[in-house]
């Protein structure tokens, strides 16, 4: 009996220390969410489906002084309901829009630091997505 205690304890503590990074592959329009490269994403109501393709990040670390800030671009995938390219960046294009649609990019994390490497996996992309009324 006591080993099996300790068993559901031991289950119990793997389960809530996990690190759970994982990001649904569903969003709700108007809310902030985040996504990773290469992920197939779609909105709730299955209208609007896109991939984020590419992330370049040259920002400077934050544990150096830089002359330019540098930035972060995000090459989006748009599948459908019309299909197309953006590329949202952190210096000058925050906002794009496609179709009916409004993409906000709002954080690109993790931030650089000098002494790390990030691997495009590690990336959390923050857009809010907004269907535009006519």
Known sequence: MKAFFVLVVLTFISFVSCDNETVSDSFSLGFESDFKINGDYHS????????????????????????????????????SPVSGLLILSTYDQLVDTIGNYSFELLDVSPYP????????EEYNVTLKIVELTE
């Open 44 to 79: 709730v109501d299955n209208l609007l489906n896109f991939s984020i393709t590419e992330i370049n990040d040259s920002r400077c670390p934050s544990d150096v002084v830089c002359v330019w800030e540098g930035k972060a671009d995000v090459k989006i995938d748009v599948k």
């Open 113 to 120: 630091i000098s002494t790390r490497v990030i691997e495009l």
